[in-house]
């Protein structure tokens, strides 16, 4: 019997290795947010839990924003291995200090360089999947990637809650650590992970800029990037104002939360499969206008939805999600020529994650100003935007891989 197209990436053994890596270093990423959770009501005696996993999700976002274009030109320049290696170590490391810390602000410096390294390793390994697997094949080992980072979203909290229960809440951060040195051992394994070069070596900056212009001069990529920002907006408004709405108006329990946020991520899960299997048969731009579409229009009766018809609606809003970056992922590779994917990657890391920068606050002011009308103001926001880059920027062709795009000028 012939594989899922999704599946057909994993008889490629480089690949098979690095997607093992990525998915064992993400079921302690899962274990670390529960264990940080707990460490923060344990710190703050509960009054302020809230305020510090507001304030490390800030830090990450910045630190995403900041390092992760240069993350972009170094994968580049070096040998990929070492990097995702050294990134794998250094965040065991750091983790493995979280358990011993007794101050608020030690959390805060740990929390920051854990996600520095991150910003170093996430871009740097999206990167690696079509050096990896060639660009052709690049869609279906992306879909793999996705599905599974999904799930484990979904299982990771209730993982997480065992082990807790288990060896206790600090513990779960050396079970995190443990996961990165797997990581990077397997990783180890793999041969050299180094880009063709480009002709010219240039300034670090000017590879840092090109990364980013290469974003915004390409129709299609560009036309992707704005319709992120759509999905961060009802991304946002889900994840910061979901449980009042469950636990302040319906006054459901924190189990009934639990499940309609697993609706959410079981929405992501199944979208990656879909777009594993249907492959190239539907252009990736196309993809991406609808799962906008569909994430924006989900969460527009989120004020008034009862329980049952919420599951159904977060189902959708988490294929949506999903159909907008995942594509987005699968047609950098496309439309980017090997030796410039590190940078154009590092720059689409923290360009998406500058659009959360604006999101999570906008999603906050309404949950606090407007509480009974955030999911419908804000489903009209990302409607709107989805009006002005469609109308507007929808690009004239298709989204077919362009071997022109590798040649990038100093204009930008």
């Known amino acids: 019997m012939n594989a899922p197209p999704m599946f057909t990436a994993l008889r490629n053994p480089r690949f098979a290795r690095l997607y093992t890596a990525q998915t064992v270093s993400q079921i302690g990423d899962a274990l670390t947010w529960v264990g940080l959770a707990l460490l923060a009501y344990q710190l703050t005696g509960g009054r302020n839990a809230a305020v510090v996993l507001g304030a490390a999700l800030t830090l990450r976002v910045l630190a995403f924003v900041i390092f992760s274009p240069l993350a972009g030109v170094i994968a580049d320049r070096i040998d990929r291995k070492w990097l995702l290696v050294g990134c794998d170590f250094g965040r065991m490391v750091v983790i493995g200090l979280l358990p011993f810390v007794h101050q608020v602000w030690q959390v805060y410096v740990l929390m920051f360089l854990v996600n520095a390294l991150t910003a170093f390793f996430t871009p740097t390994n999206q990167a690696t999947v079509p050096l990896v697997v060639g660009q052709e094949d690049s869609g279906p080992a992306f879909a793999l990637s996705s599905a ?12 997480a809650g065992i082990v807790a229960a288990l ?4 513990n779960l951060f050396f079970v995190d650590a443990v996961s990165f040195l797997l990581s990077g051992l397997l990783i180890l394994t793999l041969p050299a992970l180094r880009a063709v070069q480009g002709e010219v070596q240039r300034s670090t900056w000017t590879d840092i800029r090109d990364g980013t212009a290469r ?16 999905a961060a907006v009802t991304g946002a408004l889900i994840l910061v104002n979901t449980v009042s709405r469950i636990q302040g108006d319906l006054r459901l329990s924190e189990s009934t939360y639990g499940w309609v946020m697993a609706a959410y991520g079981l929405g992501a899960t199944l979208a990656s499969l879909v777009v594993g299997f249907v492959g190239k048969r539907w252009p990736r731009t196309r993809f ?6 569909v994430t924006s229009v989900a969460v527009l009766p989120g004020n008034i939805a009862p329980l049952p018809a919420i599951l159904v609606l977060w189902l959708l809003a988490g294929i949506g999600q999903n159909w907008v970056n995942l594509p987005a992922e699968t047609l ?39 509480p009974h009308e955030d999911f419908l103001i804000g489903s009209g926001i990302a409607l709107m935007l989805l009006l002005l880059v469609a109308g507007w920027l929808r690009p004239r062709t298709e989204d077919q891989p362009t071997a022109s795009m590798g040649s990038t000028s100093e204009s930008a």
């Not at 060896?167 to 600090?170: C, E, K, V, Y």
């Not at 974003?215 to 759509?230: H, Y």
């Not at 991406?288 to 579409?293: H, P, Q």
């Not at 950098?332 to 990657?345: F, I, K, M, P, S």
Request: glycine share 12%; aromatic share 12%.
């Open 167 to 170: 060896l206790g809440g600090r």
């Open 332 to 370: 950098l590779a496309e439309r980017t020529e090997e030796a410039a994917q590190g940078r154009v990657y590092g720059a689409h890391f923290a360009w998406s994650h500058l659009w959360y920068a604006f999101a999570y606050p906008l999603a906050g002011f309404l949950g606090t100003r407007l």
């Open 288 to 293: 991406i206008l609808l799962g906008a579409l």
């Open 215 to 230: 974003l915004w001069r390409d129709p299609p990529i560009r036309f992707a990037l704005l319709l992120e920002l759509v």
């Open 148 to 159: 599974t980072t999904e799930l484990i979203n979904i299982i990771g909290p209730g993982l």
